[in-house]
Structures are given as structure tokens and as C-alpha cells.
């Protein structure tokens, strides 16, 4: 049996606890019986575990250090005195108290209810507000203490710079705050309530001809795996979540087709997407050479098993083929052939595998990223010889817009609205009635033509 540790509390020795990495530890304070400090992943809380009325009571007192461990002994006997007397103070408990803190309702809203309802990206990027920035601005208030008014400069002030981000900030408080008064008996109000929100627009960014066939020969020059996780990104239009979990187990290459099953999905329904045979003839090969017998995109870094992070990869990507856009805007006007624009970019990769290897070897200091020092050295060649460098631009291109490009590509080669949602697992009131009456083929039609034209662009300079 293992022997619980106790000690004596003090703010020093609870804060060189460690948090473990999973599950929870306990220990008990030497001064007050019952007390205990719990920690998780998550951060530490006090608690008071009793036996009274032939059950194990835990009464939780408050989240450290926002409570101090004077303030967590007091707590601790007053609900002593009181369980010594007849009372019943866990049942008191099921409302929350007003001078509990914001990160004391975070906590409960995110075990309670983010994690069992919401999807990993939804949590994911709840945790992020929560930690970029209400935690910082109101983590060890009480929540009695929070006005609208303050929570109206605060979405106010971070208006000014990331609008959209500011209204992700007034909803998850909103939510918070909701979720307490109708779960917790929270009985103050919502200071978040009625917060006016900024004007959102939607993104209609996608890859035109001339950034197809840059990104397709940038890709011609990238590791195998990433080069093949961004064809099939652009090819067959899937959410990135999809894309890197993706199994082979799931590819039926013989019929071209990829199920993303059901509890993977967004939209919770099983999801069929249309591999073109120029991606079934990429996988097929890849699968000869992949380390992995489960995942597409394999990594031995990853305690998941596979990638999870291509924005490194997708940005070198992307300052790649901004290069070579702009030796192509140079090539335009210096009037160059192009065997010259082909050498002049053949010029561009040693020198930036010349750099890397300088910065390797520590024989010559390079400011950031050898790919970044070039691309700022022909913006300014081209700026310098009377052309536009931002007609070269292509860092601004997200990885959702490569899903946005598929669609925008089908609707240019004629396909209708419903077809282009089913293929790419849209849900909507409107289009569900729509989708469940179309079977594959003409999806597989619209798709097909509309990869062959972005191939037909995307490699037609790797025919010149």
C-alpha cells in the first residue's frame, strides 16, 4: 500500500510540485485534517475529503494559487464545524458561489462540458482564449467581480488589432457564463451578455493558375510525405484533421475512394472522398515506402503516431514558390527565355542550400530562415527593377484555402453547389436534402474535372 504523502502546507513547497502529465496525485496537509492538495495536467486544487453520512465527501474549496493555503485551512474547518453540527454542505455546493474565481468556473466548464461535448478543434480553441487571453486578464477574479463594462473594453480593446478573435472571446465568456447560471445555479448575471460584436467576413482566398503551378513546383522540391500530404490536401479537398490522422485502412485505392469515418467527421455523418487517379497513383507508390502499416503520413516524433503540425512544412512551402513567382516576374521584365528563368532558378535553390549549410556549420551567421533571406533579396531585386513584389505574394495563403481551392475550382468547371458540398462534407439546413440525394458519380465527375484543371495549371511549367 502506498503511503499518502503529507506535509506541513506552504506556498513555497505546493508550487515546486509538478503537475503529472496524466491522471491526478494528492497530498494532504499535516495542520488540517481532511485538506488535501490535488494536481493535474490542468493545474492544483484544494480539497476537503470527509466521511460523514456513510459516504465519502469532496468538498472542492478553491484552485491554488488563486486561493492561498491560509485561505483553503480556513475554508477547510468552517465546512468541519459545519459537517460536526448536521450540515450537509456538498449538497450546498451544487450552486456555485460568487466569490469562487473566472479560472475556477474555466475549469469546471472545461471538465464538465468542453470535453465531453465539444470536438477537439472547438477545445482546442477554446483552451487558447482561455490561456492567450482571459486567463491573464481575469483568472484570479471572483466572478461576482466581473462587470460588463470591463468585458466590454476587453473585447473592445482587442478589436482594434484581431476582430474576429475579440468575438471568439465575448462567445466563449458568454458560454461560460450561460453554462453556469443554467448547470451551476449561478445566480448573478451575464457580463458578457449582449457585448456587441464585430462584422465577420467570409474568406474567399484560393489558388489562382499562376500560384498553382508556383506551389506544385515548390512541392517538386520538398521531403516526399509533406509533398504528398499538400497534393492530396489541394486534390481532394479534406479538412486538415482528416488529412493528417488519415488511415490506410480507410483508402479503398481500387475505387478511388477515402471513408473518413463518422465520429472523425465534422459534420458527425461517415464521409466519402473522391481520390483522383492521379493521388491513388501517388499513394499507391508512397505505400511501397511508407514506415508506417497504419497512418499515410507517419511520425516517430508524434505520440499519436502521425503528423500534427504541417504549418512549419506549408509556410517553407509557400516561400519557396514566392520565389520562384518572383524570378518569374524578373524573367518578365528582363524579358528572359525560359532556359534563363529555368537557371536563375536553379541559381536561387543552391544558394539556399548554400546558406543552410553555412548556418549548419556556424561558418556564417544567416538571419532566420535561409529560404526567408532569399525571398527579402528578390522582393527587393524586383522592387529595385521596377516591378511589383507583392504581385509575387503568396505567404497569405492558408492551409483551409487549399480546400477552398478545390471547391473554387469546381464551381469554375461547372459544378453545381450541392455537388461541390458533398464532396466536401459541407452540412447545412439547406443543402442536407440536397446532398442525401446524390450518389457518387457525379461528384467523382466534378471532382476529377476539376483536379485536372488544377494539375493542368499546377504542373504545366514542369513540362516547359
Known sequence: MVTPLRYNFTKARLLKEALPERGHRDVWDDEVAGL??????????????????????????????????KDARDRAVELLSDINKGGRPWDERKALRSEETLAD???????????????????????????????PWGGK???????????????????????V??????????????????????????PAKGIKRNKEHSRDRFMRPGELRAMFLSLSHEEESW???????????????????????????????WRVPGEESKNGQPLHIIMVPDLVAGLRNWRDRCPSPIFVFPSTESKVGHKVEPHPAWKRVLTRAECFRLIGLLGEIHKWPQPEIDAERDRVLEE????????????QKVEGDPL?????ILRDRVKADGGDPLGGGMLDVRLHDLR??????????????????????????????????????????????????IIAHGEAVLSK
Open 105 to 135: 468556473l474555466w475549469r469546471m466548464f472545461e471538465v464538465e462540458y468542453a470535453i465531453k461535448q465539444k470536438r477537439a478543434s472547438s477545445l482546442a480553441a477554446d483552451r487558447s482564449i482561455w490561456r492567450g487571453m482571459l486567463e
Open 404 to 453: 477552398r481551392t478545390l471547391g473554387s475550382w469546381a464551381a469554375m468547371t461547372g459544378a453545381t453547389t450541392g455537388i461541390i458540398g458533398k464532396a466536401l462534407g459541407h452540412k447545412s439546413t439547406q443543402a442536407t436534402a440536397i446532398y442525401a440525394r446524390l450518389d457518387l458519380d457525379p461528384v467523382r465527375a466534378a471532382i476529377t474535372t476539376a483536379t485536372a484543371a
Open 227 to 257: 509533398a504528398l500530404y499538400f497534393r492530396v490536401s489541394v486534390l481532394c479537398g479534406a479538412r486538415r484533421g482528416n488529412m493528417l490522422a488519415m488511415r490506410w485502412a480507410d483508402l479503398d485505392l481500387d475505387r478511388g475512394l
Open 141 to 163: 477574479r471572483s466572478l461576482s467581480g466581473i462587470t460588463r463594462e470591463e468585458v466590454k473594453r476587453l473585447v473592445e480593446k482587442k478589436a482594434e488589432s484581431a476582430p
Open 372 to 376: 526567408g533571406a532569399v525571398l527579402a
Open 352 to 363: 539556399i542550400g548554400r546558406l543552410r549549410l553555412r548556418a549548419l556549420g556556424r561558418r
Open 165 to 190: 478573435r475579440a468575438n471568439r472571446v465575448a462567445a466563449l465568456l458568454s458560454t461560460m457564463f450561460n453554462w453556469a447560471i443554467r448547470e451551476k445555479g449561478w445566480k448573478g448575471a451575464n
Open 36 to 69: 488535501l492538495y490535488r494536481l493535474t495536467k490542468g493545474g492544483g486544487v484544494f480539497y476537503l475529503c470527509k466521511w460523514a453520512v456513510g459516504a465519502q465527501r469532496w468538498l472542492r474549496i478553491g484552485s491554488f494559487p488563486a486561493t492561498s493555503v
